[in-house]
């Protein structure tokens, strides 16, 4: 059996329903770990611990020093945003292609919550935007001894997931 390196923290995803989002997020399955159940690393996840500031309502007269600024009740909204994710797979059992074919139709469609333990950060209002498609998967077979002498092959699949973070500002916390 193939187990990350021990200091290896995943990435762990709930996925819950289609259609428009809910605040209240009933329905989400338990969270996974992507490499417990697909055998994929996680190499980056690129969260915005402060992202964009949506544009403020300002009037600017000619006539007048400065500007007119109405800041909401409720304080300044943040941008929705990407996040550009890499996933590895690295295994000798021959899987690649099934294994990364069934995460991506798992998680695709569906509002996503998903955590990184190595960062401690985490959203929810999350779904796939695009997978990397050019080129669908990179494949290369690396050489690595097997500690008795032999040299077995393993695949290296590199590939990219954007995640569109639609609540920016939410911090959630998964556990597996």
Request: hydrophobic share 35%; proline share 7%; charged share 25%.
């Amino acid at each position: 059996m193939f187990t990350p390196p021990k200091n290896y923290l995943p990435l762990l995803i709930a996925v819950g329903p289609s259609g428009c989002y809910k605040a209240d997020l009933s329905g989400y399955e338990k969270p996974f770990d992507t490499f417990r159940k697909y055998r994929l690393y996680i190499k980056h996840v690129p969260y915005k611990v402060f992202p964009q500031i949506k544009e403020i309502v300002t009037q600017d007269w000619p006539d007048e020093h400065g500007e007119d600024v109405w800041l909401p009740p409720s304080g300044v909204v943040n941008k929705a945003y990407d996040l550009d994710t890499e996933f590895i797979y690295f295994a000798d059992d021959g899987m690649a292609t099934q294994r990364i074919r069934a995460f991506c139709n798992e998680i695709k469609g569906k509002w996503l919550q998903i955590y990184d333990t190595y960062s401690q950060m985490g959203r929810r209002g999350v779904y796939v935007s695009e997978f990397d498609g050019d080129p669908a998967f990179k494949r290369r077979r690396i050489p690595v001894g097997d500690g008795s002498g032999n040299v077995v092959y393993r695949d290296y699949v590199a590939f990219k997931v954007k995640f569109r973070v639609n609540d920016p500002n939410t911090d959630i916390v998964l556990s597996a």
